[in-house]
């Protein structure tokens, strides 16, 4: 499909979306829309700020681009005060940079990112820089205030945890105990150490949901074979005396192997949360869910991972022929 076919389907999906007039109504069999409220602890902090939650993109071969434009519509028909996306904006490579620069630069509010697994496969530099010129504010194990009317929240990004780039230490630097605070991390297993440092809300990506859900093979695939604790949904608690947190792990909008999904929860996602909305003050997705048992990777695992970082770093070294590695056509 050309640029000028896909620029009039999105439109006359726009239209469709204004005419239903209903920013909760998923115009798109591709998508599923979830809608959550936030931690009760924000309840005396925030008056109401609504985010929406993006993950695991994939830009590229596998996801046509109409898919990416039916989620940035989705997003915008919302009017989210903020975005959050949760890592792997790429898949495999770095020849659609331009095209993830085009998609971001769509969303209408602020966005604020953390990189996937997959942005370092592909060269996480050129993936920052096409980001950043899609007006995102990319966060490497750091922390930012954003302020929304006379509200202020604080935000917290890890770097990949997957490829041993998380800085868990460095992300928590300067931040404020008197002001609330959300975390993105591609990882959700990494929501574990940040509830004990005062973030109580985490979004993550990664899994794709198993990407087919039923007969439960998700579980079996994502949770007993990858050994994931996290594998779709809303985890932990949200209660104001629950000592721990919760952590979101969206079913992502691309895929980077293929795109089949089956079963209601591996639809592609949009997911929104309403800061300082009492949870049960609506009807949500679902409630909050027990942790799967989980596998903590070994250290041979995590040397395995980083080891082929360095790999692709050096493949796409010898394809550009100059050992510059930040060529944008190059596939990893």
Same mark, same amino acid.
């Given at each position: ?5 896909? +620029? ?40 109401? +700020? ?58 209408? &509010? ?77 990882? &959700? ?19 794709? &949901? ?117 060529? &944008?056509?190059?596939?990893?």
């Amino acid at each position: 499909m050309g640029r000028s076919a896909t +620029i009039e389907g999105l439109r006359k999906f726009r239209k469709t979306l204004l005419r239903e007039r209903d920013p909760w109504h998923d115009t798109s069999r591709r998508f599923r829309i979830r809608r959550f409220a936030g931690p009760e602890c924000f309840l005396e902090h925030l008056e109401g +700020i609504r985010v929406a939650h993006l993950t695991d993109l994939h830009v590229g071969r596998v996801t046509p681009m109409a898919v990416q434009y039916d989620a940035v519509s989705m997003t915008n028909a919302a009017k989210p005060d903020l975005v959050v996306i949760s890592g792997d904006f790429v898949c495999h490579s770095q020849v659609y940079l331009d095209d993830l620069t085009d998609v971001i630069s769509k969303i209408d &509010a602020p966005v604020f990112a953390v990189l996937g697994n997959h942005d370092h496969w592909a060269g996480a530099e050129p993936v920052r820089k096409a980001l950043k010129r899609g007006g995102a504010e990319v966060l490497d194990n750091a922390n930012t205030t954003v302020s929304v009317g006379h509200q202020r929240l604080q935000l917290v990004g890890l770097d990949d945890a997957y490829t041993g780039h998380a800085d868990r230490s460095q992300a928590l630097k300067g931040l404020r105990s008197d002001l609330p605070v959300i975390g993105l991390s591609h990882i &959700a297993e990494e929501a574990d150490a940040l509830w004990e440092e005062g973030v109580p809300l985490v979004f993550s990506g990664h899994t794709h &949901a198993g990407q087919v859900t039923v007969a439960r093979l998700h579980e079996l695939s994502v949770g007993k074979l990858a050994g994931h604790k996290y594998i779709h949904g809303l985890y932990g608690s949200r209660g104001a005396q629950d000592p721990k947190g919760a952590v979101y792990v969206g079913a992502g909008v691309g895929a980077a192997v293929v795109p089949l999904r089956l079963g209601e929860r591996a639809k592609r996602e949009v997911a929104f949360f309403e800061l300082g909305e009492q949870p049960g003050a609506f009807d949500e997705h679902h409630q909050e869910q027990p942790p799967h048992q989980g596998r903590v990777p070994s250290l041979k695992t995590k040397e395995r991972r980083a080891q082929a970082v360095l790999r692709k770093k050096h493949k796409r070294e010898r394809r550009n022929g100059n050992g510059a590695g930040t060529g &944008a056509g190059l596939d990893s």
